[in-house]
């Protein structure tokens, strides 16, 4: 499966670089990291809950690198999930920002039936990453990743409600309230 996604941060790309390329930051936006540990200065050991309560570990390499413009990657040896990506800082057209462009690719479990599975339990993997970028910018404009209170823990798996921002209820919502 190959995935790709692009999201706009507003800073400059030698700092949207710098905070990728520390990976023991990746699981402060990417949800489904539990850890990303350094190995060496250019490998590293991931740990990532799955679909069913499941984890998954990997190391990684990384094989291609601009510092500043773009980070390569690939799994070695016996990858739970292998896998691979790019990821390119591109200054924006406005002269501060950063577009992030990000492909990864990688072999689902269960190959089709797994990612049959996955989406009926809210993992779509398109959505994942666009979630993932959407905190990312978040993080590096914000300081934290921003929850409404109508779903303080964001969107986990059909369990709760779609972020969006609050707003205070209708008379006919309020009505409804009441009635219950």
């Known amino acids: 499966m190959e995935l790709t996604a692009t999201t706009t ?23 489904h990291l539990e850890e990303v540990r350094a190995t060496g200065d250019r490998t590293s050991h991931w740990s990532a809950s799955a679909p069913f309560g499941k984890n998954v570990e990997w190391d990684a390499e990384i094989i291609d690198e601009a510092t500043g413009e773009k980070i390569a990657w690939r799994s070695t040896g016996n990858a739970d999930v292998p896998n691979a990506g790019t990821v390119r800082f591109v200054p924006a057209p406005d002269g501060v920002s950063t577009e992030v462009h990000v492909v990864l690719t990688y072999d689902i479990p269960g190959g ?9 339990f809210g993992e779509e993997p398109h959505q994942q990453l666009d979630d993932d970028l959407r905190r990312l910018k978040q993080v590096l404009e914000t300081g934290e990743v921003v929850r409404s209170d109508g779903a303080p823990w964001g969107k986990r798996a059909r369990k709760e409600f779609p972020q969006r921002p609050a707003q205070p209820l209708s008379d006919s919502d309020l009505a409804k309230g009441a009635e219950t």
């Open 112 to 120: 089709a039936v797994g990612k049959a599975v996955a989406r009926y």
């Open 9 to 31: 941060v507003r800073k400059p790309s030698s700092e949207v670089y710098a905070f990728w390329r520390d990976l023991g930051n990746l699981p402060t936006f990417m949800a």
